[in-house]
């Protein structure tokens, strides 16, 4: 089964600065996907970026980036030039094994709260 | 245009209402999903529907109800609900339901069971 874990409950971050949220997964797939999603206080997620096991460049979306590291598992989100409308909930999620239908499931890590500081 | 929709925003009913969440997306896209959200924990996902057929099922009570009518639209019929139903209720869609896209997710429908 697969398994994210993020470690950082809450991060805080001085605007303009750039800063790394922590994500580790286990998966005993080859093949699978990692994404990163943004859920500010309003409710709606939104989708930052996204990782393929088997691409060899750390992915890129503007202040996003990926630091994915495959042999340690793990896919941290680093943004750059932090702005206040930053402060939100991200969450690292997974994609699993095939099910009925076609369907690989998502799993989400349980979330790390950014607060951006004026 | 890469926007889910989703009906009401907030929604209070009793435990012996029949109520009805709405999901709308026109990006073509072919799976379509139910996810319920308690407050400071991540998404739970409840039903996939994959090219309009219900794939995934994932252990909901009967209390809740799935029905997608079109590759566009997907509903969630609500009945008999108790207060531990309570939560936010997202809806998403993907290009497929592979893994491989990400998956739209609708601004939410905050739910209160009284």
């Known amino acids: 089964a697969q398994k994210i874990t993020q470690t950082q409950p809450g991060m805080f971050v001085q605007e303009k600065e750039a800063v790394t949220l922590d994500c580790t997964y286990d998966t005993s797939d080859q093949s699978y996907g990692l994404f990163w999603y943004k859920q500010p206080s309003s409710g709606e997620m939104i989708f930052l970026i996204y990782?393929?096991?088997?691409?060899?460049q750390n992915a890129t979306e503007g202040r996003y980036s990926l630091n994915f590291q495959k042999a340690r598992k793990s896919a941290n989100l680093v943004i750059s030039a932090s702005q206040l409308g930053d402060s939100a909930m991200y969450f690292c999620a997974i994609t699993g094994p095939r099910e009925s239908g076609g369907y690989q499931k998502v799993t989400f890590g349980t979330g790390t709260k950014l607060q951006v500081i004026p | 245009d890469t926007e889910v929709t989703q009906t009401p925003k907030h929604l209070v009913m009793g435990m012996t209402n029949k109520k009805s969440l709405k999901c709308e997306q026109h990006m073509g896209h072919r799976a379509m999903y139910w996810y319920k959200q308690k407050a400071k924990k991540p998404p739970e996902l409840m039903f996939v529907?994959?090219?309009?057929?219900?794939?995934i099922n994932e252990s909901v009570p009967s209390r809740f109800s799935p029905e997608c009518p079109n590759s566009s639209l997907l509903n969630l019929h609500l009945h008999a609900l108790q207060p531990e139903d309570s939560a936010l209720y997202l809806c998403?869609?993907?290009?497929?339901?592979?893994?491989?896209?990400?998956?739209?997710f609708g601004p939410g429908t905050r739910l209160t069971v009284t």
């Open positions: 529907y994959s090219y309009e057929k219900l794939s």
């Open positions: 990782q393929g096991s088997y691409d060899e």
């Open positions: 998403a869609s993907s290009q497929d339901p592979s893994g491989s896209y990400e998956q739209y």
